[in-house]
């Protein structure tokens, strides 16, 4: 009898909670986190060139105009400054695991390490004192390595023993087939895939470099006789090598061999939300490019965006 009693409580109370949940509607399943931005803002006015991203799911732009350094959120678009520039432009970015960003400072002939947590920066540094166009950075893992436009030279900021920042940068002058001409040439810079060499694009002849960063000795990459014109920031993904074409508004996408003597272009990426982008920066499967809009004279209230590519 009093089993019987306890399995028909036991069958009301199952029968009550399905009777609960029908009346509660479908079941729900929890929702996913939304999908990053495909475009997004930055400040009116700020005239971005560089970008970085890391560590984490942040983005940091430099400005031609101020050299105020401004992060965003790639999972919202959202930012801010977070360190106030000299007045002076920031161009190429690079950051490293200890929180430091590298920049690279244009036509100011000089380069300065700032810290992200706190915007100050740790140190300056004069690289040129008479004309001179500092463009680019690469960080490894024992040197941050700086293009110039305009003088055929490399600098290095030789990092000690724990990242240990130098007291004064190193110059190295580009030898070899790397002949400077009219325009911006050394610009964009990357590791060869196995890691031995630098990687240079010269802007104005369109064609791609191999350097020896010990020497400064450079060799020119067998592209198949493709040309890289108006060739900018540089990224390596393994071996694939993505190349922004800034005024022709298209990333040419190239498949290298190990050592970089070598490369052809397996395709061309194309946006009609692309205005001038000038480098490129990858996370999450997609590609993030900062639309520079040369071609856009620029006032306090120009608009300007980020555009992301899923690859």
């Known amino acids: 009898m009093r089993s019987a009693i306890l399995k028909t409580a036991l069958t009301t109370a199952l029968t009550a909670a399905l009777c609960a949940i029908l009346a509660a509607g479908p079941l729900v399943a ?7 931005p495909a475009t997004f803002a930055l400040p009116d006015g700020f005239q971005p060139e560089g970008i970085e991203i890391g560590p984490g799911p942040y983005a940091y732009f430099g400005s031609r105009a101020t050299g105020s350094i401004y992060r965003a959120d790639l999972r919202t678009g959202q930012g801010e400054i977070i360190s106030e520039g ?13 929180g430091r960003l590298f920049v690279a400072g244009g036509n100011a002939g000089d380069a300065r390490v700032v810290d992200l947590r706190t915007g100050a920066v740790l140190r300056s540094y004069t690289l040129a004192t008479g004309t001179s166009f500092v463009n680019d950075v690469l960080l490894a893992r024992d040197a941050a390595w700086i293009t110039d436009s305009a003088n055929p030279v490399l600098y290095k900021l030789p990092l000690g023993r724990h990242g240990a920042l130098p007291a004064e940068a190193v110059t190295i002058p580009l030898t070899g087939a790397l002949r400077y001409t009219t325009g911006i040439n050394a610009n964009g810079i990357a590791p060869t895939p196995d890691g031995r060499k630098l990687l240079i694009v010269q802007s104005s002849t369109g ?8 020497t400064g000795a450079t060799t020119e990459v067998d592209l198949g006789g493709e040309l890289l014109t108006n060739g900018d920031g540089l990224l390596l993904k393994g071996r694939t090598l993505y190349v922004v074409q800034n005024r022709l508004n298209t990333v040419a996408v190239l498949r290298l ?13 194309t946006d009609p939300r692309f205005d001038v982008p000038t480098t ?7 590609l993030y490019l900062p639309n520079a809009r040369f071609t856009t004279p620029p006032t306090p209230s120009t608009p300007y965006t980020v555009v992301s590519l899923e690859r």
């Open 30 to 36: 929890p929702a996913r986190a939304a999908t990053p």
């Open 86 to 98: 000299p007045g002076t432009p920031s161009l190429g970015l690079k950051s490293d695991h200890r």
């Open 207 to 214: 064609k791609l470099f191999r350097a020896d960063p010990r």
């Open 257 to 269: 061999n190990r050592d970089g003597t070598e490369g052809r272009v397996v395709d061309r990426l």
């Open 280 to 286: 490129v920066a990858a996370f999450g499967g997609r």
